[in-house]
């Protein structure tokens, strides 16, 4: 989401409050929640948390004999688990009437971290490994390799740009489609409700913080560049000095050693 | 064999009766894996602690642990700020697995029942324009195992094999860009024949060395996951129960076979000879000797069992090529090992080369569990080279099998056609052979035809992974399926090809004989054999 208009701002877990409930909330609600997961399920890998996964199986009753007769759950499916109770708790410990836009905002959350977690999940890569006879395949064995993070957020980045616009059901209980000729709603899509306000100018009741002081790219024609993040406004050019590491070695953890140069860059930023 | 066997004699309803209650047994095979044991291996992937080894030279005698008192000095991440002010060099890197990893607030342990471990390395790697990413990226690690029991102290860790070991990166590298994870194959890591203590501890370090251009063309590394494969409790423990069951068994219906044999007033025939042998690889591989491993360490049971599994092979596959020959019917007296040199050549080939193979991957195991035979270009060439050898007899095994089977086929036609000149005895003779021959080749195919069917549809579904529950563990149920399948099929051959008792009576009454040339001599029919043989001339 650099090179958008839309500047997510704070869009960590618990601070989601992106007022308007356009797509953008929709994307924020998912990567937090996809993060959740991602983190937690790392942290089983590591043995960290002491209350990962192990109950995939209901027979034996111990934890012990559960562990042996039948090995753990995988992490995913903790992390993905966890993530249900602690980031949906938050919608669904209120209470709405019908049709209000209460429960429009609680619905489309509760279906947007669905389809962060499901942005996780449900694109696992399946690695296997051969270890029958002589290490033919009559025995493989396969398993859930989370990809990392930068994978799933481009993905999600994709649901953004396909997201679809939903609103009640004649009961007002669920969320359809607004336009029966838009696709139906599947649970790996982002949904919202309206459509994006204006993110050219701060507005503090639409969620907007404006583009002003933004950095852009000069000589991009995208989202990133200057023209469309400043909103035809025109930019300001600053010329600053940066001290980097350069001339470094480094190798496949740390570096080695580093030589710091100076270097005059210019920096550009929306009036 | 001219005398009946059980299979001809036997009344068509004590036969269906005998067929009923082996599928019955057969469906239950698969029901007790399907239903009562859990999915037979089970997968723990634990992320490597990365700790600091900021003391202590390049003896690299200390064991690094992630949890317990004296834990190391760890990072969750490399950019961690104290990488850069402490000036931590890769050297004083250690990448810690224990495992198992706790759960449910409780520190497990390994279980015996879970017999032995395999495990895979993922690397996860990325790519930075700053650090150099070879084309042929090789690692070079120096690994450590060690193990710790329930009732030692925290540090106490002894050492299980040690080795530094080479692995050729195999990675996919789409964009070069900053920041683009690098896709790569898994690398097989260590192979560990028992499972016998409590907790193992792995310590990886990468040492950098620029001279010899070690480790310097990886990329960075962010992070190491341990893949650990080990056999589920409760499957061995259903699988060794039905082993337990099943030897017995099958010895029982060996000395109720030989017994008969013995009984007979000709010495054993060649057929017979293999049938025992046939039935005693497999009695020996029902042997459960898994129960010893939960007392005594035994890190040579993966070699034994593939050596018992290789044994059983090399004998079924010489048993179809004798039956075959045996049954031919044209007028060759056979009856000796010797003249199936070419066929049984073949198989014993194939076999070495296998075996050869084992001993270079499980059998080096036992002294270094972190060697693979594929971890180098050499080493897997030379494995390829095995497989490939091995591949090749297998093929000209089947030639060698189909042209016999097709040969004997055609006999078995020409022979229908003449069943109504030839006379009673005769008839009986050839229609007993003709009979036995299409009931093995019968049996044979539709287990053959079984266990392909089921292997591809484990090979297809297993790649999907499921994320529902699902109550009937389709892995579990092929392989006791199958290997009951197979213990059902020699149970099966021994019972129905065991000499009969009532035909013996019969036919000996009228002909002491049981050689084919020996009937030919008879004068009652030679004229027919002169038929036949115009008939096979023209």
């Known amino acids: 989401m650099v090179e958008s208009r839309f500047e997510c ?14 797509r953008e909330a929709a994307y924020a609600h998912g990567i937090a929640t996809a993060g959740v997961v991602f983190a937690v399920s790392q942290a089983c890998r590591e043995g960290y948390l002491t209350n990962c996964g192990c109950s995939r199986k209901k027979r034996p009753n111990s934890l012990h004999r559960d562990w042996i007769w039948g090995g753990c759950g995988d992490n995913i499916e903790y992390g993905y688990r966890f993530a249900q109770g602690f ?20 619905l489309m959350n509760l279906h947007n971290n669905e389809a962060g977690r499901r942005a996780l999940y449900s694109h696992p890569e399946i690695a296997c490994k051969c270890h029958g006879v002589s290490g033919s395949c009559s025995l493989k064995t396969c398993w859930n390799q989370l ?7 481009e993905r999600l980045r994709q649901r953004y740009d396909s997201s679809v616009r939903v609103r009640f059901n004649r009961r007002g209980t669920k969320l359809i489609r607004a336009n029966s000729r838009f696709r139906k709603v599947h649970k790996e899509d982002f949904v919202y409700l309206e459509e994006s306000p204006d993110y050219c100018v701060p507005n503090p009741e639409t969620g907007s913080l404006g583009t002003v002081g933004r950095r852009c790219d000069k000589n991009s024609d995208d989202m990133g560049g200057c023209r469309l993040m400043c909103c035809d406004r025109g930019y300001k050019t600053r010329k600053a000095k940066l001290s980097e590491r350069c001339h470094c070695k480094f190798h496949w953890c740390c570096f080695v050693k580093c030589k710091v140069c100076e270097r005059i860059i210019y920096i550009h930023t929306c009036k | 064999m001219a005398e009946g066997v059980v299979l001809e004699t036997l009344s068509n309803r004590k036969l269906v009766y005998l067929t009923m209650s082996l599928l019955l047994l057969q469906i239950t095979f698969y029901l007790i894996g399907g239903l009562i044991a859990p999915a037979p291996t089970n997968v723990q992937n634990i992320l490597g602690t990365k700790c600091l080894d900021t003391g202590g030279g390049r003896a690299w005698t200390k064991w690094h642990y992630s949890r317990g ?6 990072v969750d ?3 961690d700020p104290r990488i850069m002010m402490d000036h931590i060099s890769t050297n004083e890197i250690v990448f810690v697995f224990q495992f198992p990893t706790p759960r449910g607030g409780h520190e497990l342990d ?7 471990i395999i495990s895979v390395l993922q690397l996860d ?17 120096d690994a450590r195992l060690g193990y710790k029991n329930k009732h030692d102290n925290h540090s106490d860790w002894t050492e299980i094999a040690r080795s530094t070991e080479i692995r050729d990166l195999k990675c996919n590298l789409a964009k070069r860009e900053l920041g683009q994870p690098i896709e790569c194959d898994l690398l097989p890591f260590f192979e560990l024949g028992s499972c016998h203590h409590d907790y193992y501890l792995i310590n990886i370090r990468l040492p950098v060395d620029e001279k010899r251009m070690m480790n310097t063309g990886i990329g960075v590394l962010n992070n190491i996951y341990m893949i650990a494969i080990h056999p589920n409790g409760g499957f061995s423990k259903v699988w060794l129960s039905l082993k337990t ?33 046939l039935g005693l690889t497999m009695a020996f591989l029902n042997l459960p000797v898994e129960w010893f491993t939960l007392w005594i360490y035994m890190p040579y049971m993966l070699l034994f069992s593939d050596i018992r599994q290789g044994i059983f092979h090399t004998v079924l596959l010489s048993f179809w090529i004798i039956f075959t020959g045996e049954h031919m019917m044209d007028q060759v007296q056979r009856n000796r090992l010797v003249l199936y040199w070419k066929h049984l050549g073949a198989v014993a080939f194939g076999c070495i080369c296998l075996f050869v193979f084992e001993l270079c991957e499980r059998g080096v195991q036992l002294t270094n569990p972190f060697y693979s035979i594929w971890a180098t270009t050499s080493g897997s060439k030379l494995g390829y080279a095995f497989v490939i050898l091995a591949s090749v007899a297998a093929c000209v095994y089947f030639v060698f099998l189909c042209v016999m089977v097709g040969r004997a086929l055609i006999n078995i036609y020409s022979k229908r056609s003449l069943l109504a000149t030839m006379s009673k005895a005769r008839r009986k003779y050839y229609k007993g052979l003709i009979y036995r021959f299409n009931f093995l080749m019968m049996m044979t195919v539709v287990c053959a035809a079984i266990t392909v069917i089921f292997f591809i549809i484990g090979q297809v579904s297993e790649g999907q992974w499921k994320w529902n529950e699902n109550s009937l563990e389709y892995n579990s149920a092929f392989l006791t399926g199958v290997y009951g399948m197979w213990n059902v099929y020699v149970c099966c051959l021994l019972i129905l090809y065991a000499p009969s008792h009532k035909t013996k009576a019969v036919i000996t009454g009228r002909f002491p004989l049981h050689h084919k040339h020996v009937i030919c001599a008879i004068t009652l029919c030679h004229q027919n054999v002169v038929l036949e043989k115009e008939i096979w001339f023209r």
């Open chain 2, 77 to 79: 991440e490399f950019n």
């Open chain 2, 125 to 141: 790697v990325e790519y930075n324009p700053d650090v150099q990413f070879d084309d042929n990226p090789v690692i070079t690690m």
């Open chain 2, 245 to 277: 069951c099943l030897f017995p068994t099958m010895l029982a219906v060996l000395i109720w076979f030989w017994h008969r044999v013995v009984q007979l007033p000709r010495p054993s025939n060649l057929l017979e000879r293999m049938l025992l042998a």
């Open chain 1, 147 to 153: 990809a990392s993070f930068r994978v799933t957020g």
């Open chain 2, 69 to 74: 008192e004296g834990r190391c000095e760890f």
């Open chain 2, 110 to 116: 390994m279980s015996r029942w879970f017999q032995n």
């Open chain 1, 87 to 106: 980031v949906d708790i938050r919608e669904r410990e209120k209470n709405h009437p019908r049709r209000s836009p209460g429960l429009a905002r609680t």
């Open chain 1, 9 to 22: 701002f704070l869009c960590s877990l618990r601070t989601v409050n992106i007022l308007l409930p356009s």
